[in-house]
């Protein structure tokens, strides 16, 4: 028939959203982005895209880092 997810599936999802979604929304700020941005990181693809912005942009510096 179709397709069928079971609850233990849509709990894995959920685990793993957390798991890509929470580094990034920690990360963001610190390279000058909205946090916003960490909703697409659910996907695993959009990790790998953002990892890759992470390695070639420069980390924004705070008022108390220049000090």
Do not use: H, Y
């Amino acid at each position: 028939m179709g397709f069928d997810l079971g609850l233990p599936s849509v709990v894995l999802v959920f685990i793993m959203a957390a798991v890509f979604a929470t580094p990034i929304w920690m990360l963001l700020p610190k390279f000058g982005m909205s946090k916003w941005w960490a909703i697409p990181a659910v996907n695993p693809a959009f990790v790998f895209i953002f990892c890759w912005i992470f390695a070639f942009r420069d980390p924004v510096q705070t008022t108390e880092e220049r000090a």
